[in-house]
């Protein structure tokens, strides 16, 4: 049997309540909400997990779950882990070590102001590495602080502008009005929710020139979990499986000083990876759940995915391709610009395309008539750290 | 009341680096069987994993690879907003960022990539001096 499609995601499901909860909740309590709504989704009960995948310390969410795990992986190196998960889960399967692992995520991005960050990733925390230290006196803070350069070089580099990024956030959030679980789905979720036009992005706050805050994804709570289980396993379940067809990871640096390009990431490598163990390619991908940190990030990972001709990833959103209707619907929950973003957002992409491949993006929690697309492959990439590390899945229904 | 502005904590694989700052001197790790400079220093060369490593005190001139303009700070670095970040590529090779001087943050459009760009050095509480690297006048 060969690696691609020895495994499938069986189920997805978040936490009960995300995005600006009015009452603060804890990582733990995401993560726990999550995992126990996707064993409900199944049918697998928690004590059938037998991996368990996540950028908290796993051996702490398996403690807090009562589980006696046969393998624990705390990959947690930025929001591209949860990409990685899916790879290395599928490995442990496709090698017969397990049979159904979990991938498991809660952060909360907002409520930790409130109640701290109990059951929070591990990640970041590398401040001590010598490269980041000879960072550190030169007034950088978040990452809307260091991605602004990427876009001022992709400008330099292949005459694009702000504007044209700006594209990217207005279609996305033309997708987050389909979900109600968006935060910026209408006027009544979030003040500034419902439609925007390119003068809304040029005109909002700046950030770090040339980023404007709608250039900048959300920063909320959101738990998330899926399910991943051998095949023989996942025919027998009720939910429809999605195949995992091709995975790969990669990373161009960790440090951002030790970026090469700031106009590329190593979603190329890690794509190239994936579509080959899944034997398919770019033109066979009927949509696209891409990390979309910034509006930069997602355009320029479109290209290092082989969606779009290098520096033409914006065209994408600009051209309507990638909305709704659109040939290769991208984002289709309304991405980290507009639905949610914890802080590190790879689970978010798992789950929305687990429900677009297996026919679930509408069921009155997930989505309003149009967020259902008729896609059946989609490539997933997750970007960590700054530019930095990259997991790449290429997921099929049948 | 503000902060202080961050700084890195001299460690033993980064001494000499701060040892020059001090004395004016922009430092740079140099491998001696490749002959490549590489910044930041490291226990082994990135390039031909020799151990063989050395230090050269470098040229402080470079050019500016990209930059942007932060609005948004914090700490010590709250009151000097808008301010330009940057990331300059050495003429030894390689490449190190900096907050970006002799230039308007206020008129990014007359920044310019490839900018020729010289470096300074500032003292900065607790004794470190700390490189910067600035556009000189231009012609």
């Known amino acids: 049997m060969s690696i691609s499609k020895a495994a499938a995601i069986v189920g997805a499901a978040e936490a009960n309540e995300i995005g600006y909860p009015d009452e603060p909740r804890t990582s733990l309590q995401l993560h726990i909400e999550a995992i126990k709504n996707v064993s409900d989704y199944t049918g697998i009960p928690i004590s059938a997990i037998e991996g368990v995948f996540s950028t908290a310390w796993s051996s702490d969410l398996a403690e807090h779950l009562g589980l006696h795990p046969k393998y624990i992986d705390t990959t947690a190196v930025g929001g591209c882990s949860f990409e990685m998960h899916v790879h290395h889960a599928l490995c442990a399967i496709y090698a017969g070590v397990i049979d159904v692992a979990l991938v498991s995520h809660g952060e909360n991005g907002w409520s930790q102001r409130r109640v701290g960050r109990e059951g929070g990733p591990s990640y970041p925390a590398h401040r001590d590495a010598p490269g980041v230290q000879m960072t550190i006196p030169y007034g950088f803070s978040g990452p809307p602080s260091q991605y602004a350069h990427a876009m001022v070089r992709h400008n330099h580099d292949f005459g694009t502008t702000p504007e044209d990024f700006a594209h990217v956030s207005v279609v996305t959030r033309e997708w987050a009005m389909k979900n109600p679980r968006a935060v910026m789905f209408n006027d009544e979720t979030h003040e500034f929710g419902g439609p925007i036009?390119?003068?809304?992005?040029?005109?909002?706050?700046?950030?770090?020139?040339?980023?404007?805050?709608?250039?900048c994804c959300l920063q909320t709570d959101h738990g998330g979990a899926v399910l991943i289980a051998r095949p023989e396993i996942a025919r027998d379940l009720k939910t429809n499986p999605v195949w995992i067809a091709g995975a790969g990871e990669s990373m161009s640096h960790?440090?951002?000083?030790?970026?090469?390009?700031?106009?590329?990431?190593?979603?190329?490598?890690?794509?190239?990876?994936?579509?080959?163990?899944?034997?398919?390619?770019?033109?066979?991908?009927?949509?696209?759940?891409?990390?979309?940190?910034?509006?930069?990030?997602?355009?320029i990972t479109a290209e290092m995915l082989g969606l779009a001709p290098r520096g033409d990833g914006y065209k994408l959103w600009k051209d309507g391709t990638a909305a709704p209707g659109g040939k290769l619907p991208i984002n289709t929950?309304?991405?980290?610009?507009?639905?949610?973003?914890?802080?590190?957002?790879?689970?978010?992409?798992?789950?929305?395309?687990?429900?677009?491949?297996?026919?679930?993006?509408?069921d009155g929690i997930n989505g309003i008539k149009g967020k259902q697309t008729n896609a059946r492959t989609c490539v997933v990439n997750g970007t960590g750290g700054l530019l930095s590390t990259t997991g790449t899945l290429v997921l099929t229904s049948d | 009341m503000p902060g202080k502005k961050p700084l890195p904590q001299p460690s033993p694989l980064t001494r000499v680096f701060w040892e020059g700052t001090s004395e004016g001197k922009l430092m740079l790790p140099k491998c001696n069987a490749c002959n490549r400079i590489h910044w930041y220093p490291r226990y082994i060369c990135p390039h031909c994993h020799s151990m063989d490593l050395t230090w050269v005190?470098?040229?402080?001139?470079?050019?500016?690879?990209?930059?942007?303009?932060?609005?948004?700070?914090?700490?010590?670095?709250?009151?000097?907003?808008?301010?330009?970040?940057?990331y300059i590529d050495l003429k030894e090779g390689d490449r190190m960022a900096t907050v970006l001087r002799g230039v308007d943050p206020t008129k990014p459009e007359s920044i310019k990539i490839g900018t020729p760009v010289k470096v300074e050095f500032e003292e900065m509480d607790d004794g470190l001096f700390v490189p910067f690297w600035r556009v000189e006048d231009a012609a």
């Open chain 1, 254 to 299: 960790s440090t951002i000083l030790e970026t090469d390009d700031f106009t590329a990431t190593s979603a190329a490598l890690s794509a190239k990876s994936a579509y080959e163990m899944a034997g398919l390619g770019p033109k066979d991908m009927e949509s696209a759940m891409i990390y979309d940190s910034f509006t930069v990030t997602a355009a």
């Open chain 1, 333 to 362: 929950n309304g991405g980290g610009l507009s639905f949610n973003h914890s802080g590190m957002y790879g689970m978010h992409l798992l789950v929305e395309a687990y429900r677009q491949l297996s026919g679930t993006a509408e």
């Open chain 1, 197 to 215: 036009t390119i003068d809304d992005v040029n005109n909002s706050r700046l950030i770090t020139w040339p980023l404007t805050m709608l250039h």
């Open chain 2, 57 to 86: 005190e470098g040229s402080g001139e470079g050019t500016l690879h990209t930059f942007a303009v932060q609005h948004r700070a914090f700490g010590g670095w709250a009151e000097e907003a808008p301010y330009v970040t940057a």
